[in-house]
């Protein structure tokens, strides 16, 4: 029997326990030894009821059931399951006698004469029932029944707060990962790092808790294996929880960034290397990841066999019976999926997993997404800083340009009547040669008179290279026919091949319409590869030019008059090739360098582009491609018939 | 017929040599040579003597060669002018067009010859 002041140091140890810890599991234990070795009774259990109106067994104490036990019973099953259904108490002195009740294997109940049981009440609705069992038949006393209700009370009370911590923490958790994630992914300008972040956010500690995830991105209609992140083995599985238990189980993800080193790590695991072998097809009613991806919903296959859109081959692929995938989004767009599984320890994926796995995917389509935008701007970027560096060097040319016109303007005459008179010398000499006594000397004097005409002949056409370097937009475009321009130029080239066995051949398309250009600059660019592809020969070859029309790949309008100027001189050696278009790189005795520097220049200054083939040990391919779609837009440009403007000097000058 | 009468040409450039050297070469393909070395001397010369063709430096101190030209035209349109300069890039100036040949120096005084014949055949002088 029960006397008062036992209830009350009963009722006050239970109520100690219930405040002493927000864990309900040790709540519940703790509670159940008090209440059994205090109350005089023989066996003492409490029962919780689950969503699914389970009333399972939580904790107990002097049963014979087996400790790991998972014992449920319906409601209204067996007095427990009244007691739950009715929300009244039972006190029994012959319980076995009671037609309620139900024999329950495993629980011995059998052995117990007497039981009592209460309802644990929460807001009117019944969340468990507290059993006390006794041996001998007993008669529950008033206050007994009163010290067990109340410490069903305690315990409903218990319930509240270890569910509003449970909440509580679990939000904790999330709020901390999901801190973490963004975090990661923002402070760090590599998108791969943020994505480890939230792999590891999906798989770790007391986070995600997975055991494993992928991430699968969508490129060209396929989902691709992009990363991975968990153990290699079951050895490593353990090995890495060891680890983490090591760090304590409260694991503070949140101060936890991955380190670039972590990141090799992860990228040289053997998961990693298998996930990124994975391709599967984003094509509707295909297979599962797809079906994710292409319905935008978490997908949770609890068993693989029989699951129409999950083959054998997949089942074995990963090795697991049931998993989950989630698409990864962002403006609506689905750029991948992650699948995740618990290989290693075949914990049953909840729904509360699921929830927080999809708030890490919808973290991970942003990272996706940044990432996307990062490369573009990065791309961008590059753009800019090579358009500066050539800006740069433009303006380099162009004050070299303006500084040596000056220079080369005051040399220019000197070297005119230099070399003037040393050809008028040198004609003298020749003249008065034949009747001359000093035949020697004057064959001497006549040489020197020669090597003077023609270094001044070099140092004119440096000049000259020098002067014309054209200047940015420097151009004065007429509408000219290409065939004529093209003609004229070999015209022109032709006095140079007098006296070398080079052959040239040509091939141009009839009918070329008229383009808009520079014809003095063409020329002048054409005059330049030719004689590149001259000099590339000196021992004879073949030029060959061929002038046609290629219209634009990208733009249907656009078509490009193309001038092909190909040798067969050998080609340009490896070490020469980086070089050819920087403005004095020459592997000439008498080159400038300038040549094809100046031909680029005025190509591009036309919006075409001049692009050099290399055949080693053959020869060079030049192609000037121009532009041709200005020549439309600016017939209205033309000049008068003759092709010059009619001039008007200023009356007052 | 009329005997053929020596063309004449003047020559203007304000360097000396350059002048002499034209003189000396123009005078070896048959020419009358008169020189000037500035614009007014030019202006004077060709009132004076006038040359069946004229030579002109485009830089020579004092006034402009294309400006010269211009005078040069506007008082007898008729003889022609050969524009001759250091460096090609003055054949985007509109102005050079209403002389009757372009052409860059050089030592070598071929082009400069064939350009002359050129004109005073197609003038019929
Ligand atoms: N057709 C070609 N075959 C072999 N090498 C070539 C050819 N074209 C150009 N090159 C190489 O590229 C270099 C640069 O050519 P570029 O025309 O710019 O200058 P260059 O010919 O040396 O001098 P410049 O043209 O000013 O007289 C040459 O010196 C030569 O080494
Ligand atoms: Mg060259």
Redesign the pocket.
């Known amino acids: 029997m029960l006397d008062q002041k036992l209830s009350l140091e009963i009722l006050k140890a239970t109520a100690r326990i219930a405040s002493s810890t927000p864990h309900l599991d040790q709540i519940l234990s703790q509670i159940i030894d008090v209440v059994k070795n205090k109350m005089n009774i023989d066996a003492c259990s409490i029962f919780l009821i689950d969503d699914a109106e389970k009333v399972s067994l939580k904790a107990f104490s002097g049963y014979g059931v087996d400790e790991t036990a998972n014992l449920s019973l319906n409601m209204g099953q067996g007095i427990t399951g009244w007691v739950a259904r009715h929300k009244n108490t039972l006190a029994l002195r012959e319980a076995m006698q009671d037609p309620r009740f139900v024999f329950i294997p495993n629980m011995e109940e059998e052995q117990f004469q007497s039981m009592l049981s209460v309802p644990i009440l929460r807001e009117e609705q019944c969340i468990g029932v507290a059993n006390v069992h006794t041996r001998d038949k007993r008669y529950f006393s008033p206050v007994e029944i009163l010290v067990l209700e109340t410490i069903a009370d305690q315990v409903a009370g218990c319930i509240s707060n270890a569910l509003v911590y449970a909440k509580n923490q679990m939000m904790i958790k999330e709020l901390s990962i999901l801190y973490d994630v963004s975090l990661g992914a923002q402070s760090t300008l590599n998108p791969e790092l943020g994505l480890w972040v939230i792999l590891s956010g999906i798989t770790r500690g007391e986070a995600g808790g997975f055991n494993r995830a992928i991430l699968f991105t969508v490129e060209d209609g396929e989902l691709i294996g992009t990363m991975g992140l968990g153990p290699d083995s079951p050895e490593d599985a353990q090995r890495i929880w060891t680890e983490l238990d090591g760090e304590g189980k409260e694991y503070q993800i949140a101060q936890k960034m991955i380190s670039e080193e972590e990141k090799d790590e992860y990228s040289k695991s053997n998961f990693n290397k298998f996930a990124k072998t994975l391709r599967y097809p984003l094509k509707e009613n295909d297979n599962v990841l797809a079906e994710a991806a292409l319905k935008r919903k978490i997908v949770h296959v609890e068993n693989c066999a029989g699951h129409p859109l999950v083959s054998d081959e997949f089942c074995q692929t990963f090795g697991v019976d049931s998993f989950a995938a989630v698409p990864l989004t962002a403006h609506d767009e689905v750029l991948g999926v992650i699948f995740t599984d618990n290989r290693y320890n075949a914990k049953p994926i909840t729904q509360t997993s699921l929830h927080l796995l999809a708030r890490f995917a919808a973290h991970a389509g942003w990272v996706l997404e940044n990432s996307r935008l990062i490369s573009r701007l990065v791309a961008t970027n590059r753009e800019l800083l090579s358009m500066k560096d050539r800006l740069i060097e433009t303006e380099k040319l162009s004050a070299l340009g303006r500084l040596s016109a000056e220079v080369a303007h005051e040399i220019k005459n000197p070297i005119v009547s230099i070399g003037g008179f040393a050809r008028r010398l040198k004609d003298k000499f020749m003249e008065n040669h034949e009747a001359s006594q000093n035949r020697q000397e004057e064959e001497s004097a006549l040489n020197y008179a020669n090597i003077i005409f023609e270094e001044t002949q070099k140092l004119e ?2 000049l000259k ?1 020098i002067l014309t370097y054209p200047k940015t937009g420097d151009l004065n475009l007429e509408i000219c026919n290409p065939d004529q321009l093209i003609q004229e130029s070999l015209d022109a080239f032709k006095t140079l091949l007098l006296g070398q066995d080079v052959k040239i051949e040509t091939h141009i398309q009839k009918d070329l319409s008229p383009a808009l250009i520079d014809p003095i600059k063409i020329k002048q660019v054409i005059n ?2 030719l ?3 001259l ?3 000196p021992r004879g070859g073949k030029i060959k030019v061929s002038v046609y029309l290629v219209d634009s790949d990208k733009d249907e309008e656009q078509s490009f008059l193309t001038i092909h ?1 190909e ?1 067969s ?5 490896d070490q ?1 090739l980086d ?5 004095f ?4 005795k ?10 680029r220049k005025i190509v591009e200054n036309h919006g075409g582009t001049l692009r ?1 083939e ?1 055949f080693k040990n053959k ?2 391919g ?1 192609f000037i491609l121009l532009p041709l779609k200005n020549s439309r837009d600016c017939t209205k440009k033309e000049h008068p018939s003759d092709g010059r403007p009619e001039i008007f000097f200023d009356e007052q000058t | 017929m009329k005997e053929k009468k020596k063309k004449k040409i003047l020559i203007a450039d304000d360097e000396d040599n350059i002048r002499f050297l034209y003189k000396e070469e123009l005078e070896d393909e048959g020419y009358d040579v008169c020189l000037a070395s500035d614009a007014e001397e030019t202006l004077a010369m060709a009132r004076e003597e006038r040359p069946d063709l004229v030579t002109l430096d485009i830089k020579m101190p004092g006034m402009d060669g294309l400006e010269l030209l211009g005078i040069l035209k506007k008082e007898n349109n008729d003889v022609p002018v050969i524009l001759c300069s250091a460096y090609g890039s003055y054949k985007q100036d509109f102005r050079v067009w209403s002389s009757d040949a372009y052409v860059v120096k050089s030592a070598d005084l071929k082009e400069l010859k064939s350009t002359i014949k050129e004109i005073l055949v197609s003038s019929g002088k």
């Open positions: 056409r440096l290279d330049n590869i004689s590149n592809a000099e590339s020969m100027i040798d001189g050998g080609g340009i050696p020469a070089n050819i278009f920087n403005p790189f020459t592997t000439k008498t080159g400038t360098g300038l040549g094809l520097s100046i031909c050099v290399n020869g060079v030049v």
